[in-house]
């Protein structure tokens, strides 16, 4: 999941680098790294967040969808995915709670890690001082 992340920066760097305030401060005699610690990261930042927060949310889902099918961690193991299967046959009974509290929790923490992402975006984006 790192190529995204990668292909990312690697354009955001590229359009930065052409921005007039990259241009100034060559043109002061700033050393390139010093432009890229202070002026094009924090404007990359943002993106990164968000990116981050959404693999994040791909890995929890991932991990749930091959524990319900019986290829992701092994029983000793806890996982909402297996904690799903074994109750799965529940849900046309009395207990359909105790597979869709799983089923919740799972959304939960991916509607969770999606906001704490986008906040984290408005909390470092630099455009908006």
Do not use: C
């Not at 790192?2 to 359009?15: D, T």
């Not at 202070?38 to 930042?45: Q, S």
């Not at 967040?49 to 889902?61: G, P, R, Y």
């Not at 799972?106 to 455009?127: E, H, K, P, Q, Y």
């Amino acid at each position: 999941m790192w190529v995204e992340v990668a292909r990312l920066v690697r354009g955001q760097f590229f359009s930065l680098r052409e921005q007039q305030y990259v241009e100034a401060g060559k043109a002061l005699g700033y050393r390139d790294g010093r432009i890229i610690l202070r002026h094009i990261l924090p404007n990359i930042i943002g993106p990164v967040i968000v990116i981050a927060a959404s693999n994040f949310a791909s890995a929890i889902l991932l991990e749930a969808g091959l524990s319900f099918l019986g290829m992701g961690a092994q029983p000793p193991t806890p996982s909402w995915g297996m904690m799903i299967k074994e109750n799965y046959s529940y849900i046309v009974v009395d207990a359909a709670w105790l597979a869709i509290f799983p089923g919740l929790a799972i959304a939960l923490m991916v509607l969770s890690f999606t906001l704490l992402g986008n906040g984290l975006r408005d909390a470092f984006d630099t455009r908006t001082g």
